[in-house]
C-alpha cells in the first residue's frame, strides 16, 4: 500500500476549481511533486517542490504543503484536465513514495 | 533536447526471460540516476528500482529486490531492466526516467520514455 493517501477520485464542472490532496508522514520533512497521466500516455510532471510549475504547464496548476497534506489545485478546470493525478514524496525507508492516484473528472 | 526512448511491446510466456531497454540522449548519460516505474493494468504507478550510470551502483524497491535486475551500458546510453523467469502478475507497462534531485528534500521525474508494454500469458 501507499504511504502517501489521495482521494481516488474527484469531480468537477468545467471551471470549477479542483482540489486533490495527498497526507502522508513524510510531508513535513521533505517536498512533494505531482504528475499528471492522461489515459495511454506516459506521466507527466505537473507540480514539483511543491509549488512550482514545470516550463510549459499552465499557470491554472497550483500546490501547496502544509504540515502532512499537500494540495493540488486546478484553478478554471477543463475538460482537457481529465486524468490521473499521483503524489510523490520520497525518504529514507518509504518504500511506495507514489501516492495511490486520484482520477480527475471535469464535466 | 532530452530523450527517453524505450524499446518495443513484448508478449512472453511465463518463465521466460526478457530484458528491456532505455536509450537516452540530450544530455550525459553519467550525470543522472535512471529509474524504472511499473504500472500494472489499471493501477497506480510503482518504484522499482533505480541505478547511478556512473558506476552501476542498483538499488531497488523492496518489492522488486531480486525479481529483476537494472544495469547499463555507458557505450550506448542504454539502461536495461531484466527478468530471468517472468511471471504472469510481471504484466504491465514499464517506464524509465530520469532522476532530478532537490538535494535533500527530494527528486523528480522530468524525463519519461514512452513506456514499455510487457503481457505475460501462458
Known amino acids: 500500500s501507499s504511504e502517501l493517501t489521495q482521494p481516488p477520485s474527484v469531480s468537477v464542472s468545467p471551471g470549477q476549481t479542483a482540489r486533490i490532496t495527498c497526507s502522508g508522514e513524510?510531508?513535513?520533512?521533505?517536498?512533494v511533486y505531482w504528475y499528471q497521466q492522461k489515459s495511454g500516455q506516459a506521466p507527466v510532471l505537473v507540480i514539483y517542490e511543491d509549488n512550482k510549475r514545470p516550463s510549459g504547464i499552465p499557470e491554472r496548476f497550483s500546490g501547496s504543503s502544509s504540515g502532512t497534506v499537500a494540495t493540488l489545485t486546478i484553478s478554471g478546470a477543463q475538460v482537457g484536465d481529465e486524468a490521473d493525478y499521483y503524489c510523490y514524496s520520497t525518504d529514507i525507508g518509504v518504500d511506495h513514495p507514489f501516492g495511490g492516484g486520484t482520477k480527475l473528472t471535469v464535466l | 533536447e532530452v530523450h527517453l526512448v524505450q524499446s518495443g511491446a513484448e508478449v512472453k510466456k511465463p518463465g521466460e526471460a526478457l530484458t528491456i531497454s532505455c536509450k537516452v540522449s540530450?544530455?550525459?548519460?553519467?550525470?543522472?540516476?535512471i529509474n524504472w516505474v511499473r504500472q500494472m493494468p489499471g493501477k497506480g504507478l510503482e518504484l522499482m528500482g533505480r541505478i547511478d550510470p556512473s558506476d552501476s551502483y542498483s538499488k531497488y524497491s523492496p518489492s522488486f529486490e531480486g525479481h529483476v535486475t537494472i544495469s547499463t551500458d555507458k557505450s550506448i546510453n542504454t539502461a536495461y531492466l531484466q527478468w530471468n523467469s517472468l511471471k504472469a502478475s510481471d504484466t504491465g507497462i514499464y517506464y524509465c526516467?530520469?532522476?532530478?534531485?532537490?538535494?535533500?528534500?527530494?527528486?523528480?521525474?522530468?524525463?519519461w520514455g514512452q513506456g514499455t508494454l510487457v503481457t505475460v500469458l501462458s
Open positions: 526516467t530520469r532522476v532530478e534531485s532537490s538535494g535533500s528534500y527530494g527528486e523528480y521525474f522530468q524525463h
Open positions: 513524510v510531508l513535513p520533512k521533505k517536498f
Open positions: 540530450g544530455y550525459t548519460f553519467t550525470n543522472y540516476w
